[in-house]
């Protein structure tokens, strides 16, 4: 037997639980500075536009930063007021997206992997529960959280504003 199709092979064990967990971790640290939109990122559209500018060239991909740009854009306008959790099926999205639902399936595990959205998942884990109150303080509500790709938005927006910044003060200095 091959080394790589080997079911108790290191590479098989638990494949792809670790990097969700950092994933998760990223993107919670993230969501923790949420402070909703600012002048650096003032609308969802900005957001979606600097998302698919800068991540479809990264290992995400540009289908997976589609499947972002629709679940930025199926969250009502009221939740981004509050708390910016998802509640959507894979059905309902890959319809929304024009995609298969496993490839909205790979594209969300894909967007967890890299901290780019939380997921958090609610009794029997699921994350589409529908009573709205929290059980225990402290617990968050079931969903998909999109609160850490607008924190991600911003922060490349600043990373670019930097950039161009840190390429004028070189071309003065040229000159």
Known sequence: ??????????????????????????????????????????????????LTSRLAA?????????????????????????????????GTLAAMAGRHERSVQHHLARLHEEGVIAVNYGRGNTRLRFDLSVDKPGETEPGIDLRPAIVYAQELALLRRQLVEAKQVFLAERE
């Open 1 to 50: 037997m091959r080394p790589e199709n080997d079911p108790n092979g290191p590479a098989r064990k638990h494949r792809g639980i670790a990097q969700r967990e950092e994933g998760q971790r990223r993107a919670l640290a993230r969501a923790a500075d949420w402070r909703g939109f600012t002048e650096t990122m003032p609308s969802v559209e900005l957001a979606t536009r600097e």
């Open 58 to 90: 990264t290992r995400l991909g540009r289908a997976a930063c589609e499947t972002l740009v629709v679940l930025l854009h199926a969250l009502p306008r009221h939740r981004w007021a509050t708390l910016p959790v998802l509640r959507i099926t894979n």
